[in-house]
């Protein structure tokens, strides 16, 4: 067990619809990170939050949103869902931000989109 | 785009036997990760080299880092069943952000 938690596990869900997928990261962790793996991309990085600021961000789309919440925790905003959406979506945190650490998975949402 | 690109893209070895998986990158790197998915599941963190070091152990992993060659390895002595599952190498780029940029796997078999 990574200390990350994700909410919820599997969600299924119709085209153009919008989901909110949830994470909280390990305790006194700052950074969080979301991934999607897909079978065609692999695991691509989506974004990055850290103390509630966006810190980087990766080849996602304008339909996705984040945000990080003062308690830490981060939500992402998959919106107007195409059946290309459906794929894992990972959280990750790690301690700080400024030079890499480890950074820990959760256990991951599987989105299907139908 | 993938930053890593491991290989082989699938090994099937006995009990016993030792595991070895390679890792390719293209650009200068701060650090290399290797994380294992069991099907399906989240990533569990192995190992983290940073591009200073040349080799690093834990338990019955060895990871190797050429900054040189730009490759890295992940050997796995006396593989179990129980390490059956994906691995990935994942770096960030030195000068860039601390996400991290996969590869694709290697699908490791442990036969019992």
């Known amino acids: 067990d990574s200390g990350v938690t994700q909410t919820p596990k599997h969600l299924i869900t119709a085209t153009g619809q919008r989901v909110t997928l949830r994470c909280s990261p390990r305790?006194?962790?700052?950074?969080v990170y979301w991934y999607q793996q897909s079978l065609d991309q692999g695991l691509q990085f989506l974004i990055q939050y850290y103390n509630g600021e966006e810190r980087a961000k990766g080849n996602i789309l304008e339909r996705f949103s984040a945000q990080q919440f003062p308690d830490l925790h981060s939500e992402l905003n998959l919106s107007s869902l195409e059946l290309g959406d459906s794929a894992l979506y990972f959280c990750?945190?790690?301690?700080?931000?400024?030079?890499?650490?480890?950074?820990?998975f959760g256990p991951g949402t599987r989105l299907t989109v139908t | 785009s993938q930053q890593g690109e491991e290989d082989p893209q699938a090994l099937s070895i006995q009990e016993g036997e030792n595991a070895t998986m390679n890792c390719s990158y293209k650009t200068s790197i701060n650090n290399l990760q290797w994380y294992r998915q069991n099907s399906g599941r989240g990533l569990v963190h192995l190992i983290l080299?940073?591009?200073?070091?040349r080799e690093k152990h834990s338990g019955r992993l060895r990871v190797t880092l050429d900054t040189s060659k730009k490759s890295s390895s992940l050997l796995i002595t006396a593989s179990r069943a129980a390490d059956t599952a994906s691995y990935f190498c994942?770096?960030?780029?030195?000068?860039?952000?601390?996400?991290?940029?996969f590869g694709k796997g290697t699908k490791l078999t442990v036969n019992p």
């Open positions: 305790s006194g962790d700052l950074s």
């Open positions: 990750a945190s790690s301690v700080s931000s400024g030079y890499t650490y480890e950074q820990y």
């Open positions: 994942a770096t960030d780029r030195q000068g860039g952000s601390e996400k991290l940029v």
């Open positions: 080299i940073r591009s200073n070091e």
